[in-house]
Structures are given as structure tokens and as C-alpha cells.
């Protein structure tokens, strides 16, 4: 199983990003997605989360700008971001709770994308 993110990128403040992220492989079923973040000299932190019947949650420093959605056919998790701050700026990373068959879901983490949020 692998997690796939992209879009990430430079942007001004007040800007907007959409970051993606595919799951492949060897999937019977995907519980939680959820978005994370790691900005430098930072401990990671969870953004946002999706549960696989759509129920949602965010970090209160992101409530009200970026919005957590997900498409189970295509086994993909997508964060939409708008009204980007310098304080945005971090790699972030999807995780997803997935189950290959077994009797338990394991956690995998996408390789990262960096969000750089500076004029």
C-alpha cells in the first residue's frame, strides 16, 4: 500500500492550494483520513481528519478556511486550503487507517508535500 500526495507549492498570503493524496495497492477498505503537518523545528500536528462516512474535523487554527473531503472510489483525500497565512507554512502529510485483508486496519503516511506561504 502506498500513499501518493501532490499539491503543494508556493503561494502568496490570501492564497489558495488544493493538496491531494492517493492511496494504491493492495486495499479492501480505508477508515480515517487525515492531513497533517510538520512546520520547521515543529512537532507535527494533525490538520484535519475524515472519517469514511464524511465526518469531519480540524485543528481550531484552520476551522473556517481549509476543508477536509474525500472520495472513496477513488481512494483519495483532499485538502482544500484558501486564505493562506504565513503560519501555514509546513510539509504536510496524509494518513490513512487501511485495511489489506487482515483483521486490523494499519496506519500509512504519504511521503509529504511542502506548502510555502510567503509573498
Known amino acids: 500500500v502506498q500513499l501518493q500526495a501532490s499539491g503543494g507549492g508556493l503561494v502568496q498570503p490570501g492564497g489558495s492550494l488544493r493538496l491531494s493524496c492517493a492511496a494504491s495497492?493492495?486495499?479492501?477498505?480505508?477508515?480515517?483520513m487525515d492531513w497533517y503537518r510538520q512546520a520547521p523545528g515543529k512537532q507535527r500536528e494533525l490538520v484535519a481528519g475524515i472519517s469514511r462516512i464524511g465526518r469531519t474535523n480540524y485543528a481550531d487554527s484552520v476551522k473556517g478556511r481549509f476543508t477536509i473531503s474525500r472520495d472513496n472510489a477513488k481512494n483519495t483525500v483532499y485538502l482544500q486550503m484558501n486564505s493562506l497565512r504565513p503560519e501555514d507554512t509546513a510539509v504536510y502529510y496524509c494518513?490513512?487507517?487501511?485495511?489489506?485483508?487482515?483483521?486490523?486496519?494499519?496506519?500509512?503516511w504519504g511521503q509529504g508535500t511542502l506548502v510555502t506561504v510567503s509573498s
Open positions: 495497492g493492495n486495499i479492501f477498505a480505508i477508515n480515517d
Open positions: 494518513n490513512a487507517a487501511i485495511y489489506s485483508g487482515g483483521p486490523t486496519a494499519r496506519d500509512y
